[in-house]
């Protein structure tokens, strides 16, 4: 059978591929769901990162182990059941926008009314609807905002939602937000876990590096496909110092370069992604997170150790 190799590539852009990092933070968001239920209190977790370093992937893995929203007929009426739900907060939102958003994930859109009202519905909603875990993503959208009395009401009011909900709610936010739930004495005892992801190191003198064990995932994905006749070794040292100092070890730079690079391949169509496809892939594309201004897949091992060691020395 012909490999439709389109369809590889749009599956490939939410492909979860698993490290150290990525296990450990989802180990501890499972830890807090299991925590909050035998305590019948929120014991939750802040997940931070930086943008790109994986938090939202950990969440959809997670979100992944329940069952997907379904309607269900009970006594002659539908209902929606979502087991869980995944709030992404808008920047510059209010709660009261944040509310309105929530109803509309949980199928009612009028919603015009003031707060107080909107939240009545809103717990009204979430017991019709079996709602089991909520995500709130993006929350330093809502906690970096104004002054610090008007952070006080933000961790005053998902306080509340956590006493009226009863039930696992997750943190999500760049890494500031752990900081101001620490410094929130209410919200800092119902969140006493903490998950952070980073951007893989490049171990080159290490046999264990987590950034080499990534990119081994990820071939043997590409591989998987049996559209390829040949392929790089990603796990070549030179390669991976080069992918390193293109993305800066940022999960989601990496699957752009290599989506990139995939793209760059099938112009060919010899069915053969070479490293230099890294390169051209990388040309006219500004990745944040890169190293170096020049295109790092056109130099030699030592001028590539050297951009790194000088990485870690500015880290220090």
Request: hydrophobic letters at 35%; proline letters at 5%.
């Amino acid at each position: 059978m012909e490999v439709d190799i389109q369809l590889k590539l749009t599956e490939f852009k939410t492909y979860a591929a698993s490290h150290p990092d990525f296990d450990e933070a989802l180990e501890l968001l499972q830890e807090s769901i299991e925590l909050t239920l035998e305590r019948g209190e929120q014991s939750g977790v802040v997940l931070t990162g930086d943008s790109g370093t994986g938090k939202t992937t950990v969440c959809n893995t997670l979100i992944s182990m329940y069952p997907p929203p379904q309607l269900r007929e009970t006594e002659g009426s539908v209902n929606s059941i979502i087991p869980t739900l995944y709030c992404r907060v808008p920047a510059d939102t209010t709660l009261k926008h944040l509310v309105s958003a929530m109803l509309g994930k949980l199928g009612s859109n009028k919603n015009v009314e003031h707060r107080p009202v909107l939240e009545h519905r809103l717990f009204t909603r979430l017991r019709e609807c079996q709602t089991e875990l909520v995500f709130f993503d993006e929350l330093q959208n809502l906690l970096e905002k104004g002054q610090e009395a008007t952070r006080d009401k933000v961790c005053d009011w998902i306080n509340g939602f956590c006493n009226e909900f009863n039930k696992p709610v997750i943190l999500v936010g760049l890494p500031a937000c752990a900081t101001i739930v620490e410094n929130n004495k209410q919200l800092s005892l119902r969140y006493p876990l903490r998950a952070e992801l980073k951007p893989l190191p490049c171990s080159i003198d290490s046999s264990r590096s987590v950034l080499r064990t990534m990119l081994s995932t990820l071939l043997s994905e590409i591989v998987s496909w049996d559209y390829y006749e040949s392929v790089p070794c990603l796990t070549d040292p030179k390669l991976e110092m080069a992918i390193f100092v293109a993305t800066g070890g940022n999960m989601r730079a990496m699957r752009f370069l290599l989506q990139r690079a995939l793209k760059v391949s099938l112009k060919r169509a010899d069915r053969t992604l070479l490293a230099s496809d890294f390169s051209t892939a990388l040309n006219r594309t500004l990745l944040r997170t890169r190293l170096a201004s020049v295109n790092p897949f056109t130099l030699d091992m030592q001028e590539l150790n050297d951009i790194i060691k000088g990485q870690r020395k500015c880290q220090k």
